[in-house]
């Protein structure tokens, strides 16, 4: 499976590669078509595999009904899928340096192609269980060995562009998900959530095998299977708990176990890494300040970009009464306005010191998030509406400059490691975004109906056409049954609005915490003026 490429350009690649390995990982084609084109490659796969993730938990209930399972098996599903793809991820850098990245990229999507036709032909819950850990494999290598080919084909200046541009794939999947989703299952088949992926896979791996310049096969020493084992086992053990963690208990035995298991998996993988001459995660990483920095914003984006989503979604369908499909639509204007300004603020931070978009950004989505604090049973659409737009700005503003700063921050040799921690920051991110926010939901419902409510006066004028105070633990007298029922479960919708106010502004604070660690980033400008981040980096190679 060769590229177009002519056999003097993989020579003199293979000859740089074996005298200079930092440079060559480092050197950008000099076709500016090529880079693009690659960049279009990388998008079909990565948009693919992050829209099919937010389209199955839409078919998850339909996919229940058509095995004769429980909610608590079928949510395997999707935890099987992210218990996989965590593991998988962390072998992109090792399989990337010894088979090229490229190579690994086609072989990426292929299986991921293969696993969408093997669930679309699930015949039982089990198999679809199976069948989703095995997509997963193609779905975790293809994100930081698609970020890796981006890395690798622009030059560090033309980063933020770059990113710009692919950030839409994070942006706008999750939000279209519930839309086409909530299409494919109505006016089709659940089954066709996964089997609309062959074509346009089939078409993605032809395309990427004529036009990718395929790296050489090199030597990447010895495959570390102890760092694999024991962080594997590490992030296994806490997705468990933080997926399972509301059913099982948070101070259950089980989580407990799960948790202990994190810990200790992640100290033996610390023990034996600063001893291991290739290891599958090469923690020296982290003394660069400005990557160690970004790594922990990219955390608590993914925190506040994957809570917001799901719990704006849930608050349309649970409180203000949209269906799946509707909230999806909804939410599309916010979408719309992260995937305009995504690009642009990309191009932007190649231009100027990207504190200033990391803080603004910041600071909008915080804003954004503060105007959610006091929405309530009757809010009105235009209430999600303009924070949503506000939030669209804010988050277009922060993606691009936090994802080409984090690779123009390292050297060349750790770009693959880079992508494989921000793929996995993204997937731990915003697992505990859901899992913890879900949980604090679910606590400050119980609370708001227990302490506040009691001393909270209805107006019933909304509800029956007169005034009277109501209280759900002493409902006034002279009211039917049927209006006391409704009054009951209008203060339990009530409360479960402000358990999501109080959730916002956690997510409030979280954004404003970003903004604070911006400040700090490092700025280094090149020779020529122009903001190039850690470009002395790739100069030092």
């Not at 269980?129 to 095995?134: E, P, T």
């Not at 999750?174 to 089709?188: E, H, R």
Request: glycine share 10%; net charge neutral.
């Amino acid at each position: 499976m060769r590229s177009r490429g002519t056999a003097g350009l993989f020579q003199e690649s293979f000859e740089m590669a074996s005298e200079h390995p930092d440079k060559a990982a480092a050197a950008p084609p000099e076709d500016d078509g090529y880079k693009w084109r690659a960049i279009g490659i990388v998008i079909i796969g990565t948009f693919m595999a992050i829209l099919d993730s937010s389209i199955v938990n839409v078919a998850l209930p339909h996919m229940m009904a058509a095995f004769g399972t429980d909610i608590e098996t079928i949510k395997w599903v999707a935890t099987a899928y992210m218990i996989a793809y965590g593991v998988v991820v962390l072998t992109s850098n090792h399989l990337g340096i010894r088979m090229g990245h490229e190579r690994l990229y086609i072989y990426a999507l292929i299986l991921f192609t293969i696993g969408s036709f093997l669930c679309g032909k699930a015949w039982s819950i089990g198999s679809m269980i199976f069948f989703r850990a095995f997509q997963a494999v193609g779905g975790g290598l293809m994100l930081p060995t698609g970020m890796t080919i981006i890395t690798k084909s622009f030059k560090p200046s033309e980063r933020g562009t770059a990113f710009g541009v692919f950030g839409l794939v994070i942006l706008l999947a999750p939000v279209l998900g519930p839309t086409l989703g909530g299409y494919i299952v109505d006016s089709m088949d659940w089954h066709w959530i996964f089997l609309v992926n062959i074509p346009v896979g089939i078409a993605g791996v032809l395309i990427a095998a004529s036009v990718l310049r395929l790296s050489p096969y090199s030597e990447a020493g010895a495959f570390d299977w102890t760092g694999l084992v024991s962080l594997g086992t590490a992030l296994t053990a806490m997705l468990i708990a933080l997926s399972q963690g509301e059913r099982w208990g948070w101070h259950s035995t089980a989580v407990v176990i799960c948790y202990t298991l994190s810990a200790v998996g992640l100290f033996i993988f610390i023990v034996f890494d600063i001893h291991i001459k290739n290891p599958i995660v090469d923690l020296s990483i982290f003394s660069n300040f400005n990557f160690s920095l970004i790594f922990a914003m990219s955390f608590l984006r993914a925190v506040c970009l994957f809570g917001r989503t799901i719990f704006l979604s849930l608050f349309m369908q649970t409180i203000m009464g949209y269906t799946a499909m509707q909230t999806g639509f909804y939410l599309i204007p916010g979408a719309i306005v992260a995937g305009m300004a995504t690009p642009i603020f990309g191009k932007l931070s190649d231009r100027i010191d990207v504190r200033f978009l990391l803080v603004t950004g910041s600071l909008i989505s915080a804003f954004s998030f503060w105007q959610y604090r006091s929405l309530s049973v009757i809010s009105p659409y235009d209430d999600i509406f303009w924070p949503m737009l506000i939030f669209g700005l804010g988050m277009g503003m922060v993606s691009s400059p936090m994802m080409s700063s984090s690779m123009n921050a390292v050297h060349p040799r750790q770009i693959g490691v880079a992508s494989t921690l921000q793929t996995v920051v993204l997937q731990v991110g915003g697992a505990y975004g859901i899992n913890i926010l879900e949980a604090l939901i679910n606590n400050r419902a119980a609370y708001h109906l227990q302490n506040q409510v009691e001393s909270y006066t209805l107006s019933a004028h909304n509800i029956f056409g007169r005034s009277l105070p109501i209280s759900i633990f002493h409902p006034a007298q002279g009211l039917k049954g049927a209006e006391q029922m409704y009054i009951v479960q209008y203060q339990q919708l009530a409360a479960n609005a402000w358990a999501y106010c109080d959730a916002f502004v956690i997510l409030t604070a979280l954004s404003l915490l970003t903004a604070v660690l911006a400040l700090f980033y490092r700025h280094q400008a090149s020779r020529d003026g122009k903001p190039a981040h850690s470009e002395a980096a790739v100069e030092a190679g």
